[in-house]
């Protein structure tokens, strides 16, 4: 299981970073991708990240504003989130898989796949 946090709520223009952790493994052995779901709206992918962490993909929604980064020695994958907008408002969840493929054709495909690990989810509120 993941686990998610550093949601909140933020004033439109502001920023926040999420984290995604586990002590279940190690998530270096694994892609992460970031995902959210607004209500009444299907889950959309948001962002990705691949092992190495070389290798990173934005919804283009996001992109610009958005940015992934791991550190594996502290197992934690971050999406710092700029310039936030109203529509941004959604619960946010990561997901990892072994196969980068996967979770980059879940973020940029449109369709999100059947990953291998989800977390439950942080709640992100843009409002003032």
């Known amino acids: 299981q993941l686990v998610e946090s550093g949601g909140g709520l933020v004033q439109p223009g502001g920023a926040l970073t999420l984290s995604c952790t586990t002590s279940?493994?190690?998530?270096?052995?694994?892609?992460i991708g970031w995902f959210r779901q607004a209500p009444g709206k299907e889950r959309e992918g948001v962002s990705c990240v691949s092992r190495s962490g070389v290798i990173k993909n934005y919804a283009d929604s996001v992109q610009g504003r958005f940015a992934i980064s791991r550190d594996n020695a502290n197992n934690t994958v971050y999406l710092q989130m700029n310039n936030l907008k109203p529509e941004d408002t959604a619960v946010y969840y990561c997901?990892?898989?072994?196969?980068?493929?996967?979770?980059?054709?879940?973020?940029?495909?449109?369709?999100?796949?059947?990953?291998?690990?989800w977390g439950r989810g942080t709640l992100v509120t843009v409002s003032s």
């Open positions: 997901a990892a898989d072994i196969i980068f493929q996967r979770i980059r054709s879940s973020v940029v495909g449109g369709q999100v796949g059947a990953l291998e690990v």
């Open positions: 279940e493994f190690s998530l270096e052995y694994y892609a």
